[in-house]
């Protein structure tokens, strides 16, 4: 007599023949835990269908390994299994060209959400056309020829550029004296030597002391600093 579709015993057996493979009460209780079923009542159920042969049973040891009786499955001949290799090779490649139209869309979907919406981009519009007009403003003023910057203020950059200048030119002349006092006689490259010591000269940082008196000569129109 079947069991009823309800009962332990057919949730077990519908369950072990769906998965065809060795397992044991515990990795039935496992995976039925959703029907809220004790394991002790599924190892009855299991052991009262391998008893009444409807599920086959294998010994070793203390442990019962369970598994569906084979013989209530189709087997496929050889004939069968070219075919559902075929069919499953169909499968896969149609398997492939979906997920490739479905990243495809998924590219699309990208690419849709980062444009703007309409909103955003009045927003922006608007936003563009204040920066265009700041910008206009301060090119008439430019062309009008009135002056941004403060004399006074000006006249205050120009001195404490040509104060730090000065300190640069004195300090780089000190490193100079004490570089060479202490190489004049030294047997080591001079470059492997300031590698190992760490030093940088202005050219190995790109900058230029000259191209500095240069710049503050060309904004104050005045003789470089000495």
Do not use: H
């Not at 493979?21 to 190892?43: E, Y």
């Not at 940088?200 to 008196?213: A, R, T």
Request: charged fraction near 35%; glycine fraction near 4%; hydrophobic fraction near 35%.
């Amino acid at each position: 007599m079947a069991p009823k579709s309800d009962s332990a015993e057919a949730i077990v057996l519908n369950f072990v023949n769906e998965q065809n493979r060795p397992l044991n009460s515990q990795n039935v209780a496992d995976s039925l835990q959703k029907f809220n079923l004790k394991k002790a009542s599924i190892q009855k159920a299991l052991d009262n269908l391998a008893d009444s042969g409807r599920i086959s049973f294998k010994e070793y040891g203390k442990q019962k390994i369970y598994l569906a009786r084979q013989d209530q499955f189709d087997i496929p001949n050889g004939e069968e299994l070219n075919k559902m290799k075929e069919e499953n090779a169909n499968l896969q490649e149609q398997l492939q060209e979906q997920k490739k139209g479905i990243s495809e869309v998924e590219g699309e979907i990208k690419v849709l959400q980062s444009n703007l919406t309409l909103e955003q981009m009045r927003e922006k519009e608007a936003k563009l056309r204040m920066e265009v007009k700041e910008m206009e403003r301060k090119l008439e003023k430019l062309c009008g020829g009135v002056t941004l910057v403060k004399p006074e203020d000006r006249k205050v950059v120009e001195q404490m550029c040509a104060e730090k200048i000065g300190q640069w030119r004195k300090r780089k002349r000190m490193f100079k004296d004490l570089w060479d006092a202490i190489t004049e006689n030294s047997p080591k490259d001079l470059k492997e030597f300031k590698e190992e010591l760490g030093f940088e000269y202005d050219e190995d940082v790109g900058v230029s002391l000259p191209s500095f008196c240069d710049l503050l000569q060309n904004g104050n129109k005045r003789p470089r600093v000495r």
